[in-house]
């Protein structure tokens, strides 16, 4: 990957998932490819987390964060953010 692809001009254009979890005041930001399919994912992980067994849950992105892990007991919402000039393109 170029050091333009990661430029923050680049990262500020281009949808971001966020991931909401307990404990922090601000949510995981992960840039990736397809945010839909990570949206779905994440979704799964909170339908089938399991407070008597806690599992690993680990994602990559392509932005500044790379490779995150977290309990999937932990995770509390997600949501995508898309840039401003996007945002009322979209349907939900």
Same mark, same amino acid.
Not at 82 to 87: K, R
């Given at each position: ?6 430029s923050? !001009? ?6 971001v ?7 922090? &005041?601000?949510p995981?930001?992960?840039y990736?490819? %397809? ?5 779905t !994912? ?6 089938? &987390? ?8 680990e994602?990559m ?6 490779h995150? #892990?977290f309990l %999937?007991? &932990?995770?509390?919402?997600? #949501?995508?953010q898309y840039?401003? %000039?996007? #945002?009322?393109?979209?349907?939900a």
């Amino acid at each position: 990957m170029t050091q333009s692809h990661l430029s923050s !001009e680049n990262l500020q254009n281009r949808p971001v998932v966020l991931i909401f979890l307990k404990g922090l &005041a601000s949510p995981v930001v992960l840039y990736t490819d %397809d945010c839909q399919k990570l949206q779905t !994912e994440i979704k799964l992980v909170i339908q089938s &987390a399991n407070s008597n067994s806690p599992q690993l849950v680990e994602k990559m992105g392509n932005g500044p964060l790379r490779h995150v #892990a977290f309990l %999937d007991t &932990a995770v509390l919402g997600v #949501a995508i953010q898309y840039p401003m %000039d996007q #945002a009322f393109n979209k349907t939900a």
